[in-house]
């Protein structure tokens, strides 16, 4: 039995449904924990690519059973546009079970997290707009909508007027919109309760069971430990939690359960949305790693922001998730650099930092330290075992792995589920 985490370790894009995949080949469950539509997750099997958002990645592997647990918010047009997609291309998705408890992201959210951000004006988040800040902020506030809803029409008409009430006042008054119908609203959600049914379970008790079973469980995270709600760069973050915490919480599985938590870190550094981030590059060189390294989001198509590793988050994540292990994706990007920089500490205001300053004024303000690493010339993708690499590449990662505090246990070195180099097995 073995019960293992994956977090993204930055700020997402890492490369989690990648390794979700890659492990993902011996588990019995793959479990998404947190987020919703707002996650974009790139597998590229034997040459084939899949883009998957609000289905677990694990939906791939064919033994496996995917799950969306009670801490994930689903827009149920999405989920059955993706079952379909996935279906048409060869994927089953019939073994796809989802928590009762988990939250669906009505239609007006999505109008919500548009004005909000509106409403911030240059202060504005840059979030990817699909409802996942107010239906977390509905579940809060006690007045979100539920998968079990769906089966009670009363209730559900009820609970969408509750809300509708304090959204609708937002629009008129504020924004000066038509209210929203909340009949129209409760039909559209209805309608996929039938389709909907024989999906739905306790995840907590199945979970639970399959791991007393003697099953190995992974637990997908989506978005990453920098945009943790109460970890990350607030209010520069989703409103979920992300972090290792968050599979318990979100699952319904207690912390003593699990065995390993595995964080997902690029060999640099992506971003995207608003908000501080200490090791960007806004020269050609940015623009170079872009380029490089595909940095176009899966979700809106916006470009990533880049930058040089962070060791600092990276000692930060391996803190608040309490990582077993790192896996470190696209060092086959950074092939051709003569000197790589990587970030050990930070300047702030003059006074080095070594450690995530624990209030975000000092983080706007923190000024990468830098330590420069030889780089290498040869392409590194079809290097299998560790000793392949270029001595350069390998020194990098030894170095990255002692500035990080958490071993490095498999290196990326190209999309595809093949292209990995495992140094101390996973599962
Ligand atoms: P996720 O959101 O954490 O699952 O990551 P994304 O799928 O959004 O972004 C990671 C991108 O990097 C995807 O296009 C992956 O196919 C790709 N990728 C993952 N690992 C590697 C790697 O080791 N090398 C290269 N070149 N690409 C990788
Ligand atoms: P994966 O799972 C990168 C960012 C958005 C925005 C902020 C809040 O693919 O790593 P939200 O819509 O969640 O309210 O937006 O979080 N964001 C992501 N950035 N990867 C993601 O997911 C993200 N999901 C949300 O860009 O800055
Ligand atoms: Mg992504």
Redesign the pocket.
């Not at 997402?12 to 990648?18: I, L, M, Q, V």
């Not at 994706?329 to 990007?333: E, S």
């Not at 990326?412 to 999309?415: D, I, L, R, S």
């Given at each position: 039995m073995s019960a293992i985490i994956v977090v993204?370790a930055q700020w997402?894009?890492?490369?989690?449904?990648?390794v979700t995949d890659l492990i993902g080949q011996d588990v019995d469950y793959v479990v998404k924990f947190n987020g919703g539509n707002n996650?974009?997750?790139?597998?590229?099997v034997d040459g084939k690519k899949y883009a998957l958002h609000l289905l677990p990645?694990g939906i791939i592997n064919p033994k496996a059973t995917p799950v969306i647990g009670n801490g994930v918010v689903i827009d149920l047009d999405v989920l059955f546009q993706e079952i379909d997609q996935m279906e048409a291309e060869g994927i089953d998705t019939s073994r796809l079970r989802i928590s009762s408890n988990a939250h669906i992201i009505p239609s007006y959210n999505k109008i919500m997290d548009k004005l909000s951000e509106r409403s911030l004006g240059d202060r504005l988040i840059g979030t990817t707009g699909r409802g996942i800040g107010p239906t977390y902020a509905d579940k809060m506030n006690r007045i979100g909508i539920r998968i079990q809803d769906l089966f009670d029409e009363s209730i559900l008409r009820q609970k969408v007027k509750s809300a509708l009430e304090q959204k609708n006042f937002t629009m008129e008054k504020e924004f000066g919109l038509d209210p929203v119908d909340v009949d129209q609203v409760a039909d559209s959600l209805l309608q996929y309760a039938d389709r909907v049914k024989p999906m739905v379970f306790d995840c907590s008790l199945e979970v639970n069971k399959a791991l007393d079973a003697g099953k190995n469980v992974l637990f997908e995270a989506g978005q990453a430990t920098m945009l943790d709600i109460d970890h990350g760069t607030y209010p520069f973050v989703t409103s979920s939690s992300p972090t290792a915490g968050g599979a318990c919480t979100g699952s319904g599985v207690g912390p003593t359960r699990i065995d390993r938590v595995v964080g997902?870190a690029k060999a640099y550094v992506t971003r995207v949305g608003e908000g501080p981030f200490p090791t960007e590059l806004l020269d050609q060189t940015g623009e170079d790693l872009r380029q490089a390294?595909?940095e176009f989001?899966?979700t809106t198509g916006r470009p990533r922001r880049c930058g040089w590793y962070d060791a600092v988050v990276a000692r930060y994540a391996a803190r608040v998730n309490g990582l077993t292990d790192i896996v470190l994706?696209?060092?086959?990007?950074l092939t051709g650099y003569k000197q790589i920089p990587v970030c050990v500490a930070y300047d702030v205001d003059g006074k080095r930092v070594d450690e995530m300053p624990a209030d975000q004024t000092s983080f706007h303000h923190a000024k990468p330290i830098y330590e420069e690493l030889p780089g290498w010339e040869e392409d590194i993708t079809g290097c299998r075992r560790f000793e392949e690499l270029p001595v350069n590449a390998q020194a990098y990662v030894r170095r990255l792995e002692e500035l990080s505090g958490c071993r490095i246990s498999v290196v990326?070195?190209?999309?595809g589920r093949e292209?990995?180099i495992e140094r101390t097995a996973l599962l």
């Open positions: 993204g997402g894009d890492e490369g989690k449904g990648k996650a974009g997750h790139t597998v590229v990645a997902i390294g595909g989001g899966v994706t696209k060092l086959d990007v990326g070195v190209g999309a292209a990995s």
